[in-house]
């Protein structure tokens, strides 16, 4: 098993999109990319922590590359928007793949040269492309929202 670390956005639907990826055999959002230790959902929508709303996954490598996490990733969201994702914006909100191993960082700057090499997106990507720093745990309100909560939006 391995783990890889992504924001895109809302972690809610993010962390339902990945988590419906064959491979994927665990998900939980949280906080990550900050200074305050320890944040509240409250603090970091305040834009005074630096984290961003992340998605840490477990996954199986013989089931899903974390290049095809990679893609999905991508896919998911818009990495060219700077700090937002559609109507949510604030730093919480920013594009991030924070990586686990050098390899999963290799894999991140060849996917986001790829990208901007083919012209798929018209606007240079924003992708932040760091190492993994300390995870928070989101509250438990926050994990598998759109299980507990059908139908409601990501808009905070």
Known sequence: ???????????????QRFAALPGVTSTEVGYTG????????EQVCSHTTGHAEAV??????????YEELLAAFFGMHDPTQLNRQGPDVGDQYR?????????QETSAKAAVEQL??????????VT???A???WWRAEEYHQKYFEKHAG???RT
């Not at 098993?1 to 962390?15: I, K, L, S």
């Not at 901007?116 to 990507?125: A, Q, Y």
């Open 1 to 15: 098993m391995a783990t890889a670390t992504f924001a895109a956005g809302c972690f809610w639907g993010v962390e």
């Open 34 to 41: 900050g200074t305050t230790a320890n944040p509240s959902y």
């Open 56 to 65: 840490r996954l477990v996954y199986d490598p013989g089931a899903i590359s």
């Open 95 to 103: 594009s991030a793949v924070f990586f686990h191993t050098p390899e």
């Open 116 to 125: 901007t090499e083919s012209g798929v997106f018209k606007r240079p990507i």
């Open 128 to 130: 932040q492309i760091v």
């Open 132 to 134: 993994a720093p300390e």
């Open 152 to 154: 409601f939006s990501c």
